[in-house]
């Protein structure tokens, strides 16, 4: 079951935005969430994860303390809520799900269930 990325949009730099990562009609239950991003020409890159019933979500330094990883477990829904946009945030972002261990949390080879992703739009 694919995961749907939503949210995305053109804001300018300093501005904010709040993705939401929803599966519909499974839980989340057991599994990390995992938010990355990919450029034309260029690898999938790592953002953030957690797993659903963790509270120690892990960031890749380019967005820590900018961006942060949220639940609402009555909405079965992720968030990437991410504040002080830059113009190099530009990026299509998907969430995805795996099980592996922590240390391998940002491995995009290790998730499955990729959706389309949402345009997220940083202008200078």
């Known amino acids: 079951v694919q995961l749907q990325a939503s949210g995305g949009g053109l804001v300018q730099a300093g501005g904010s935005l709040r993705l939401s990562c929803a599966r519909s009609?499974?839980?989340?239950?057991?599994?990390?969430i995992g938010w990355f991003r990919q450029t034309p020409g260029k690898e999938r890159e790592f953002v953030a994860a957690n797993r659903w019933s963790g509270t120690s979500p892990y960031y890749a330094d380019a967005v820590k303390g900018r961006f942060t990883i949220s639940k609402d477990s009555a909405r079965n829904t992720v968030y990437l809520q991410m504040n002080s946009l830059k113009p190099e945030d530009t990026a299509v972002y998907y969430c995805?799900?795996?099980?592996?261990?922590?240390?391998?949390?940002?491995?995009?080879?290790?998730?499955?269930?990729w959706g389309q992703g949402t345009l997220v739009t940083v202008s200078s």
């Open positions: 995805a799900l795996s099980r592996v261990v922590r240390s391998s949390w940002h491995d995009y080879n290790q998730y499955y269930s």
């Open positions: 009609g499974l839980s989340f239950d057991n599994f990390v």
